[in-house]
């Protein structure tokens, strides 16, 4: 429920309130930080110096790729949104780490899914419209964030945890925003500016940092 329901949710709503691509991107970035400080007090994840600075480059990447496009006209619904994301997302590791070993990865993926979609179908029939417009773009969307999103992105979400710590899988969160940057330059043939690349160089040595130093430990 925490990953696909308040998670994917409230991004998903935030969008659909006018907030920016980029500035999501940004508050989603947030989430390595949090989950860290998190796992700390319930998991007693310890943190230290190069942890730290592998996590603030991690940041600094991502926060220089999206700088340049933020925008303005930030509604607080939009935000709150976006924070209930943010706070859903880590709040989700921290409890998917503890119970990672009581089911099968498939049938705990399976039981998000199915629950989450109890969720939005309550919220949908409460507050949309319903109405469905069956186009390609539609299709497509809906194949990517089923067999993408929610079965593959997740299922290798659950696989890191059972192996790494929560704040190391986190830290992976980072590469969201320059790897978007990549792929929108391909599919969407937007440009791929040298801040765009800098920031994907600075995040990626940010969770090399963090994965290899926590790998010896």
């Known amino acids: 429920m925490l990953f696909h329901g308040f998670y994917l949710g409230g991004v998903f709503y935030a969008l659909s309130k006018g907030i920016s691509a980029s500035l ?98 309550l919220l949908a029939l409460c507050f949309e419209n319903y109405f469905i417009n069956f186009s390609d773009s539609f299709f497509i969307a809906m194949s990517w964030q089923i067999l993408v999103v929610s079965l593959g992105a997740f299922l290798i979400l659950m696989w890191l945890l059972q192996s790494k710590k929560a704040n190391q899988t986190s830290t992976l969160f980072f590469l969201i925003p320059p790897i978007s940057a990549v792929m929108a330059f391909f599919i969407l043939g937007e440009q791929f500016s040298f801040l765009d690349f800098l920031g994907l160089f600075i995040s990626s040595i940010g969770v090399f940092i963090v994965s290899r130093y926590q790998s010896k430990t």
């Open 24 to 121: 999501i991107a940004l508050i989603v970035s947030l989430q390595p930080i949090l989950t860290s400080i998190l796992a700390k007090i319930y998991l007693n994840e310890k943190l230290n110096l190069i942890q730290c600075f592998g996590i603030f480059l991690g940041f600094c990447g991502a926060f220089i790729i999206i700088l340049s496009d933020l925008s303005q006209g930030l509604t607080l619904l939009a935000f709150t949104a976006g924070l209930v994301g943010l706070i859903s997302s880590s709040f989700g590791i921290i409890w998917q780490k503890r119970i990672i070993h009581e089911l099968p990865l498939s049938a705990n993926n399976f039981i998000q899914a199915f629950s989450a979609s109890i969720f939005h179908i």
